[in-house]
């Protein structure tokens, strides 16, 4: 795996993990469905909590994607050596 695959990886790992928490955080909707019935309000919370994700990721993070990163690379050397 290349650098910037690992790279990549992590990130996506870290804002996978903040989409979820922050689905945790904001629980169930209440009150007046903004795009429809019930459903289809919580299908696009989850939408609007992975972009949060990916935002809070791209602008540093939370710490999770430097360490995933550095134990992917280390597994790496495992292997090769």
Do not use: H, P
């Not at 979820?20 to 609007?48: N, P, R």
């Amino acid at each position: 795996m290349s650098n910037d695959q690992i790279d990549k990886v992590s990130k996506d790992f870290e804002s996978m993990f903040v989409g979820q928490m922050l689905e945790q955080m904001f629980g169930d909707s209440e009150g007046t469905e903004a795009f429809g019935d019930s459903q289809s309000s919580e299908v696009y919370k989850g939408l609007m909590m992975d972009e949060y994700g990916k935002q809070i990721t791209r602008s540093g993070g939370i710490g999770i994607a430097d360490y995933v990163k550095q134990e992917l690379l280390k597994l790496q050397e495992t292997q090769r050596g």
